[in-house]
């Protein structure tokens, strides 16, 4: 079973400030995924990472996928008050292309 | 832009009964998944599909789910005798390409009762 482990678990900050989760596991992705998610709501896609040490940037955050291609991070600069919510990461290993396994996810909220 | 759409937004039922969770979709793409989300826990991957076929099931999966692609548009889920912890988000997700990103729809809340 391949697990994801998501960190910090919550997370709370002033608007301004800059911030930092991570994802980790033991098991090797093919591709990994960042969603954001809303209270009863479905996740919307906000990056995919496939090749171990890519970078990308949408807008003020900044994902890196680790050289290993068993972790990734998500940074944001300068939280807004609507970047609060439900960061999830999700990833599908070479053994099981069609499977997402999904982390627990860090909740985070931007205080004004 | 294109996006997924689920049927009904919110379903209740009586334990042991059927219940057929629908979802549209994006109009291109080829693999379809199911995944399902218990208030406050992750989200769980149930089934993927393509070609017309189960390409990975969780161990969620049992004999009481079926998947079903009846017409080149709808993709369903069907609880054959649903029971209490069955109630729960089910997202139906959607992709271009094995690997490709994953676009979900906005989910179904299914309460058993």
């Known amino acids: 079973t391949q697990l994801l482990e998501q960190s910090p678990q919550f997370l709370s900050i002033q608007e301004g400030e800059n911030l930092t989760v991570y994802c980790n596991s033991s098991s090797v992705f093919s591709s990994l995924q960042w969603y954001r998610q809303e209270p009863g709501e479905g996740p919307v896609l906000l990056v995919t990472v496939v090749t171990g040490g890519e970078v990308k940037k949408l807008k003020r955050l900044t994902f890196q996928f680790g050289d290993a291609r068993k972790d990734s991070s998500l940074h944001i600069t300068a939280a807004q008050t609507g970047d609060t919510g439900l960061y999830l990461c999700?990833?599908?290993?070479?053994?099981?292309?069609?499977?997402?396994?999904f982390g627990d996810g860090t909740t985070l909220t931007v205080k004004p | 832009e294109p996006e997924v759409t689920q049927t009904p937004s919110h379903q209740v039922t009586q334990m042991g009964q059927e219940v057929i969770l629908r979802c549209v979709p994006i109009?291109?793409?080829?693999?379809f998944y199911w995944y399902r989300q218990i208030l406050g826990q992750k989200v769980e991957f149930l089934v993927s599909f393509y070609n017309n076929e189960i390409s990975e099931k969780s161990e969620i999966f049992d004999d009481q789910f079926s998947v079903e692609r009846p017409d080149g548009s709808n993709f369903t889920l069907k609880i054959r005798s649903t029971k209490l912890e069955d109630s729960a988000m089910y997202f139906c997700?959607?992709?271009?390409?094995?690997?490709?990103?994953?676009?979900f729809g906005p989910g179904t809340r299914l309460t058993v009762t």
């Open positions: 999700a990833g599908a290993t070479p053994t099981n292309a069609g499977k997402s396994t």
């Open positions: 997700a959607s992709s271009d390409r094995v690997l490709g990103e994953q676009y």
């Open positions: 109009s291109n793409h080829l693999y």
